[in-house]
């Protein structure tokens, strides 16, 4: 059934309740049905730039330490691509590996210390140097600089046009005020975005406040508190726009609404039921942590990956920053099978075992990736599935915890990213490679090719 929409649906389309305001996802109808299909597909490429998350975590990898480096536990030893990541933390991405690429042997040197009394303090810097690959001044004052990060520069460049330029997710608590340790400011361990050397972004650890910030924009604060007391959906606000819309729709874009309507619902009803728990009074592994944040990890990652999905689909956003750690957390991650802390477990001696024992937490952390693969994989997005528009960075500006070095640092991309990245490879750097000449060389291919550096780049990464 063809659609009965004679006039384009804006793409800007939201359906409006109170206290709720969503989003549509792409749909045939915003298309205009005179154009061919191949003019139809170039007009869906020029309203789509690709997608950009960027994902750290902190503490490097086991593999970047010495004996981690011999046994291979990051990085493969064959580059190319019939690499084997049997034996790496990287093992879980197998089945996605058309859609990986492994950058290994780059240098994060703005995170190491430059004067003597910055010794020590790379847990506290390391974070705000990953996207901007600047050193940060060191202070506790009001006083911070450091640099634009890749994901504000992508973002001011075109982010404009949807209606929430960038969004900046985390996992772990934040301080956000005074100084952490070393002489550093909180705001450089807990935040990612920078969008000038001066203006680190706050980061969401909430999966309430940003499933709010995504649909809830509407109405007083009292509609959008009685919203939440209520056990229904934002949906039960627009079921009759939903309804008058539908008629006007063509049977695909039907489907395509009602699953992303059930999406939506889905995601709301996760939160809710984490809320609910949380405020039970039973006691919580997470002690102070707002009630809509899951006690297990790997919940909570997966909730903000959701959130990210539906963002992309609706066009709310097409840039996220996430951060899955905090630098010096004890956090212990069950899952993994090791039940030694974060923290402690990345100083582990060079000890074969300890490094081992490492190397299964890089793992899990790496394990949840395919959760958000699949995701992207399976949401269409006009003529490609939101993966082939998406381009992933994940990574650390540490690599070596146990001894604070910088050199080797971990770093992949995932996504088909409309072919920023080819898949399924290994590029091993030069010796001596700034990882900032890998992100110049991206931001050459997100469009923005005029920049000639970035950070402490030597030049364009070639992929």
């Not at 309203?47 to 291979?72: D, I, K, Q, S, W």
Request: charged share 20%; proline share 6%; with cysteine.
């Amino acid at each position: 059934m063809a659609n009965l929409i004679r006039t384009p649906l804006d793409r800007r389309t939201f359906l409006k309740g109170m206290s709720t305001m969503i989003a549509l996802p792409y749909l045939d109808a915003m298309t205009p049905a005179a154009l061919s299909r191949s003019a139809r597909a170039s007009a869906l490429r020029a309203a789509n730039p690709t997608r950009l998350l960027a994902l750290e975590m902190v503490h490097g990898a086991a593999g970047c330490a010495p004996f981690g480096l011999t046994e291979h536990l990051w990085a493969p030893p064959t580059t190319g691509s019939s690499f084997d990541l049997s034996k790496t933390s990287l093992s879980p991405l197998e089945s996605w590996r058309q859609y990986l690429t492994i950058i290994s042997n780059t240098d994060v040197r703005m995170a190491e210390a430059y004067k003597p009394e910055e010794i020590g303090g790379d847990h506290f810097r390391s974070s705000a140097v990953f996207l901007t690959q600047s050193h940060p001044t060191q202070t506790e004052g009001s006083d911070i600089f450091a640099g634009t990060s890749l994901d504000q520069m992508y973002a001011q460049r075109f982010g404009q046009a949807t209606p929430i330029p960038s969004m900046q997710l985390c996992i772990e608590p934040l301080d956000r005020a005074g100084g952490c340790a070393y002489g550093y400011s909180c705001m450089y361990t807990d935040s990612i975005s920078w969008a000038s050397p001066t203006e680190p972004l706050p980061m969401i650890r909430d999966p309430r406040v940003a499933f709010e910030q995504l649909f809830g924009a509407g109405g007083t604060p009292e509609e959008r508190a009685m919203r939440n007391r209520s056990t229904g959906s934002i949906l039960d606000w627009i079921t009759g726009r939903v309804a008058q819309l539908n008629r006007e729709l063509g049977a695909a874009d039907r489907q395509r609404m009602d699953q992303y309507l059930e999406h939506i619902r889905e995601i709301e009803r996760r939160i809710q039921q984490v809320e609910k728990r949380n405020a039970s009074g039973e006691e919580r592994e997470l002690a102070g942590a707002p009630a809509g944040v899951p006690d297990n990890f790997g919940d909570h990652v997966k909730l903000m990956f959701d959130l990210q999905v539906l963002a992309l689909q609706a066009d709310m956003t097409r840039v996220f920053s996430f951060k899955l750690g905090r630098d010096a957390s004890a956090r212990v991650y069950p899952d993994s099978g090791v039940m030694t802390g974060f923290h402690p477990a990345s100083h582990h001696g060079n000890n074969p075992a300890r490094v081992k024992e490492f190397a299964e937490i890089n793992k899990y952390h790496v394990s949840l990736l395919p959760y958000l693969l699949d995701k992207l994989k399976t949401t269409m997005d006009g003529d490609a599935s939101l993966l082939d528009k998406t381009t992933i960075i994940y990574g650390s500006p540490m690599s070596d915890s146990n001894t604070h070095n910088h050199r080797r640092c971990p770093l992949i991309l995932l996504g088909g990213g409309h072919g920023i990245a080819s898949g399924n490879q290994h590029l091993k750097a030069p010796d001596g490679t700034p990882m900032a000449n890998v992100m110049l060389s991206l931001m050459h291919r997100m469009g923005m090719d005029d920049l000639h550096t970035f950070g402490d780049s030597t030049g364009a990464f070639s992929f």
